[in-house]
């Protein structure tokens, strides 16, 4: 016999599913309209005969317009992206001593993280590539359309700042919120699983089958009947915890029958107990079963917070359905 790390059972009908992780299809339809741009604007240019273009090839020079507005598009939001990391560095010079160690490296890192990256690299080496092999394909008419419209990376610098800081558009939507807290691990969903693992389900469920085996009682029922060693974890999605399993309407059934030897362990100098209960379950045709189950008391700080704090109960809900996610 084997016991689990843990297991969950829903023991009310309305829980609702667990919601899975978040994938990558943002990212992939992303890179496949990337990629249809960049093939498109590839045959554009391939159509543009430069060789025969002259000034009063209207239509022709034209397409070469277009295709050359490409580079300076990127190059304006590059240039965007630096202005916006000036007013968060002009913000967070006023706390490089509590929050950047007082050091001008790193403040200068932790605003302009995002041009220390690969991608940023291999990204704005490409973009070169692409402006000098547009250039030495066609110098005069390159130079020309540059002195013309080289103003025009300036244009989606103001249309960024007005938008973000008038509009507002720099504030999250409540999925994108979700999914960075979900991929960073520092909702509190998270942190309540690894509290709860780390301080209890690790500490007792190590040598389950060890602690049942110390009491001849439980020992035989495990033996005779071969039953598992399982403790199920019971978690409510209103996350309001009960003092006492079985008190309610709702726990009809169920009654205390015993608790199992006690786990002791040291932590922070204090021998601490840790105790797990077994109880009957009837079903209400003369059928009874020994169960080793416990609400998880930790799920109760959701219920607390909501009192005193913006936590309706629809963020709780999802709160709680990443907690038992997280716990899987």
Same mark, same amino acid.
């Given at each position: 016999?084997?016991?689990?790390?843990?297991?969950?059972?829903?023991?009310?009908?309305?829980?609702?599913?667990?919601?899975?992780?978040?994938?990558?299809?943002?990212?992939?339809?992303?890179?496949?309209?990337?990629?249809?741009?960049?093939?498109?604007?590839?045959?554009?240019?391939?159509?543009?005969?430069?060789?025969?273009?002259?000034?009063?090839?209207?239509?022709?020079?034209?397409?070469?317009?277009?295709?050359?507005?490409?580079?300076?598009?990127?190059?304006?939001?590059?240039?965007?992206?630096?202005?916006?990391?000036?007013?968060?560095?002009?913000?967070?010079?006023?706390?490089?001593?509590?929050?950047?160690?007082?050091?001008?490296?790193?403040?200068?890192?932790?605003?302009?993280?995002?041009?220390?990256?690969?991608?940023?690299?291999?990204?704005?080496?490409?973009?070169?590539?692409?402006?000098?092999?547009?250039?030495?394909?066609?110098?005069?008419?390159?130079?020309?359309?540059?002195?013309?419209?080289?103003?025009?990376?300036?244009?989606?610098?103001?249309?960024?700042?007005?938008?973000?800081?008038?509009? %507002?558009? +720099?504030?999250? $939507?409540?999925?994108?919120? =979700? &999914?960075? !807290? *979900?991929?960073?691990?520092?909702?509190?969903?998270?942190?309540?699983?690894?509290?709860?693992?780390?301080?209890?389900?690790?500490?007792?469920?190590?040598?389950?089958?060890?602690?049942?085996?110390?009491?001849?009682?439980?020992?035989?029922?495990?033996?005779?009947?071969?039953?598992?060693?399982?403790?199920?974890?019971?978690?409510?999605? %209103?996350? +309001?915890?009960? $003092?006492?399993?079985?008190? =309610? &309407?709702? !726990? *009809?059934?169920?009654?205390?029958?015993?608790?199992?030897?006690?786990?002791?362990?040291?932590?922070?100098?204090?021998?601490?107990?840790?105790?797990?209960?077994?109880?009957?379950?009837?079903?209400?045709?003369?059928?009874?079963?020994?169960?080793?189950?416990?609400?998880?008391?930790?799920?109760?700080?959701?219920?607390?917070?909501?009192?005193?704090?913006?936590?309706?109960?629809?963020?709780?809900?999802?709160?709680?359905?990443?907690?038992?996610?997280?716990?899987?």
């Amino acid at each position: 016999m084997s016991s689990r790390n843990v297991v969950t059972k829903r023991f009310e009908s309305g829980f609702g599913e667990v919601p899975k992780k978040r994938g990558k299809n943002k990212q992939i339809v992303a890179n496949f309209v990337g990629l249809v741009f960049m093939v498109y604007s590839f045959l554009v240019w391939m159509a543009v005969p430069l060789e025969t273009l002259d000034k009063d090839d209207l239509y022709l020079r034209c397409m070469y317009k277009s295709v050359f507005a490409l580079p300076m598009v990127f190059f304006g939001a590059i240039t965007t992206k630096f202005v916006l990391c000036i007013f968060v560095l002009v913000e967070e010079y006023k706390h490089i001593r509590s929050r950047h160690n007082n050091l001008i490296l790193l403040l200068f890192k932790n605003c302009f993280q995002v041009f220390l990256t690969k991608t940023f690299f291999m990204g704005s080496v490409a973009l070169i590539a692409i402006v000098l092999w547009m250039r030495s394909d066609n110098k005069d008419l390159f130079d020309t359309h540059w002195s013309t419209n080289r103003l025009n990376v300036i244009t989606p610098v103001g249309v960024s700042i007005i938008t973000n800081y008038m509009f %507002n558009f +720099k504030t999250l $939507s409540v999925v994108e919120i =979700s &999914e960075i !807290h *979900e991929s960073s691990n520092i909702n509190v969903a998270q942190g309540l699983a690894w509290s709860y693992f780390t301080g209890f389900l690790e500490i007792i469920l190590k040598d389950l089958k060890g602690t049942i085996e110390k009491d001849e009682r439980w020992k035989q029922e495990l033996e005779n009947k071969r039953l598992k060693c399982v403790l199920y974890c019971i978690v409510p999605l %209103n996350c +309001k915890v009960p $003092s006492l399993l079985g008190e =309610s &309407e709702r !726990h *009809e059934g169920i009654t205390f029958e015993s608790n199992l030897p006690p786990v002791l362990k040291d932590r922070a100098g204090v021998k601490r107990k840790y105790t797990i209960s077994v109880y009957k379950i009837d079903d209400g045709k003369g059928r009874s079963r020994f169960v080793i189950c416990e609400y998880v008391a930790i799920i109760d700080t959701l219920f607390q917070m909501s009192k005193f704090t913006n936590l309706d109960k629809k963020k709780r809900e999802e709160q709680c359905r990443l907690f038992v996610r997280k716990l899987n």
